[in-house]
């Protein structure tokens, strides 16, 4: 069964999968790992635009990626990330509240025939298993890493989700809501919108990402980092990195180790060589280090314009 509720309130009296562009969700149930009712958002109103609020954006749930990093609003780091991902023919068609709540990558939660952590099982079977793409920090049961590149750059620009239910939205961390959303695989909730508060007085973003192959694919790491520099020093410094933990992370040791000195490419060797604190890679997953250490590095050339 299908349902096409138009308002908030008529999608909180459902029950079933939500689907948006649905370019994850109907490969799911194409492979039969998804199943029953879906609530298609298309004739859903209200959550398709992107509003200039107090100098950030409120964009909403249901806004195509593609729109999202086309508008002259969107900082940098979010902007490119939007840009840089999937395909072009995807972020045409999948929203920002789908990307959120995308389910894990993981091939045995992808293939119908396994039952895993995600799936109903009891055992996480990647990680006595092939692991190869999955998270370097050992963060949780489930060794698929989250993967979300919105929710990385999100992160990074400290944005907060509103989610929807009958009692009215509710705010929260994005990092929280797209663990919540993406890998709990619980009763679905309404991603309403993103709110992103507007970028620090003179600072400067970029995004990198590493990957397998030239693209159409999840990256093995993805950073967004984001800087002040005033004459020459660092002054305010953010690094969220993606594709190495069930969540996006924080890298607060490599922001600490910038804070307070010279925007320089010394200094910013040695920051990002904190990147991988607190990693404890899997047997197969070793090789995501040097690759963090390395983009993290490479991210705060680029947005510091060193070389
Ligand atoms: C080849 C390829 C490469 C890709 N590379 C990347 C990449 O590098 N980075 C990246 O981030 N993604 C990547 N993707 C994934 C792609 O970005 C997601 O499939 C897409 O963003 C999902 O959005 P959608 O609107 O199509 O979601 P749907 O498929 O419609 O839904 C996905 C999930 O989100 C839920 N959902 C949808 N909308 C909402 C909402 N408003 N509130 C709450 N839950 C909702 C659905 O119930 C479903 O569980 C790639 C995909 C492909 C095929």
């Given at each position: 069964?299908i349902?096409f509720?138009t308002?908030?309130a008529?999608?909180a009296?459902t029950?079933g999968?939500l689907r948006a562009?649905?370019?994850?969700?109907?490969?799911r149930?194409?492979?039969g790992?998804a199943t029953?009712?879906?609530v298609?958002?298309?004739d859903?109103?209200?959550?398709d635009?992107?509003?200039v609020?107090?100098?950030g954006?409120?964009i909403?749930?249901?806004?195509?990626?593609?729109?999202?990093a086309?508008?002259?609003?969107?900082?940098?780091?979010?902007?490119?990330?939007?840009?840089?991902?999937?395909t072009?023919q995807?972020?045409a068609i999948?929203?920002?509240?789908?990307?959120l709540a995308q389910r894990v990558?993981c091939?045995y939660?992808?293939?119908p025939?396994f039952?895993?952590?995600?799936s109903?099982?009891?055992?996480?079977?990647a990680?006595?298993?092939d692991?190869?793409?999955?998270?370097?920090f050992d963060d949780r049961a489930?060794?698929?890493?989250?993967?979300?590149?919105?929710a990385c750059?999100?992160?990074?620009?400290d944005?907060?989700?509103?989610?929807?239910?009958?009692e009215?939205p509710v705010?929260?961390?994005?990092?929280?809501?797209?663990?919540?959303?993406?890998?709990?695989g619980?009763?679905?909730?309404?991603?309403?919108?993103v709110?992103?508060p507007a970028?620090?007085p003179?600072?400067?973003?970029?995004y990198?990402r590493a990957?397998?192959?030239a693209?159409a694919?999840?990256?093995?790491?993805?950073?967004?980092?984001?800087?002040?520099v005033?004459?020459?020093?660092?002054t305010?410094a953010?690094?969220a990195?993606?594709?190495?933990?069930g969540?996006?992370?924080?890298r607060?040791?490599v922001?600490?180790?910038?804070i307070?000195?010279p925007?320089?490419?010394?200094r910013?060797a040695?920051a990002?060589?904190r990147?991988t604190?607190?990693?404890?890679p899997?047997?197969?997953?070793?090789?995501?280090l040097?690759?963090?250490?390395?983009?993290?590095q490479?991210?705060l050339?680029?947005?510091v314009?060193?070389?």
């Amino acid at each position: 069964m299908i349902r096409f509720p138009t308002d908030v309130a008529a999608v909180a009296e459902t029950t079933g999968e939500l689907r948006a562009g649905g370019t994850d969700l109907m490969e799911r149930r194409r492979s039969g790992r998804a199943t029953g009712p879906v609530v298609d958002l298309r004739d859903l109103a209200g959550l398709d635009g992107i509003e200039v609020v107090a100098g950030g954006l409120r964009i909403g749930g249901t806004v195509r990626i593609a729109a999202l990093a086309a508008h002259p609003g969107a900082p940098v780091g979010l902007a490119q990330a939007a840009g840089g991902l999937a395909t072009p023919q995807i972020r045409a068609i999948a929203t920002v509240g789908g990307n959120l709540a995308q389910r894990v990558r993981c091939w045995y939660f992808r293939n119908p025939q396994f039952s895993c952590l995600q799936s109903g099982g009891s055992s996480c079977l990647a990680r006595d298993g092939d692991h190869l793409y999955h998270s370097c920090f050992d963060d949780r049961a489930c060794v698929a890493p989250h993967p979300s590149s919105l929710a990385c750059a999100l992160l990074a620009y400290d944005a907060t989700v509103d989610l929807g239910g009958a009692e009215g939205p509710v705010t929260v961390p994005t990092a929280l809501a797209a663990l919540l959303k993406g890998q709990l695989g619980g009763a679905p909730v309404l991603v309403r919108a993103v709110n992103v508060p507007a970028p620090l007085p003179g600072e400067r973003a970029a995004y990198v990402r590493a990957i397998a192959r030239a693209r159409a694919e999840w990256p093995l790491v993805e950073v967004v980092a984001r800087v002040v520099v005033v004459d020459g020093v660092v002054t305010a410094a953010r690094v969220a990195v993606g594709g190495v933990a069930g969540h996006p992370l924080r890298r607060e040791a490599v922001e600490a180790a910038l804070i307070g000195g010279p925007a320089d490419a010394t200094r910013i060797a040695a920051a990002a060589a904190r990147a991988t604190d607190g990693a404890q890679p899997l047997p197969m997953t070793a090789y995501k280090l040097p690759l963090l250490v390395g983009s993290v590095q490479e991210a705060l050339e680029r947005a510091v314009g060193v070389s």
